[in-house]
């Protein structure tokens, strides 16, 4: 399961993703087109909704939960402003399977 710990406020965002964040399987996680991988702080809410239970930040695999994130109409190739960093939308990437992530 994601280690991952919140952290509130600014991070430094470098070209292999998020400052201090590391992947445990780096074949499979990280590298350029896999730096970061956003989710939506109000989709981690209707789960915890329809579970009756908290899901911890990094529980889907994310190393960045947003509030007023609408992924549901991104386009590969979109960019988005974050504070001073600007991304690009490289993949669409299913993090942890809903079911881990859930059990």
């Not at 009756?52 to 947003?66: I, Q, S």
Request: hydrophobic share 40%.
């Amino acid at each position: 399961m994601p280690r991952q710990r919140p952290v509130e406020g600014a991070v430094i965002v470098r070209d292999l993703g998020l400052y201090a964040d590391v992947q445990a399987d780096r074949a499979h996680h990280g590298g350029l087109d896999k730096a970061l991988y956003a989710y939506s702080a109000q989709d981690a809410r209707w789960w915890e909704e329809r579970l009756g239970r908290p899901l911890p930040a990094g529980r889907f695999g994310e190393n960045l939960r947003m509030e007023g994130l609408d992924v549901s109409g991104a386009v590969i190739g979109e960019r988005w402003r974050i504070d001073a960093a600007v991304e690009v939308l490289s993949r669409p990437e299913h993090g942890v399977p809903v079911e881990r992530a859930l059990a």
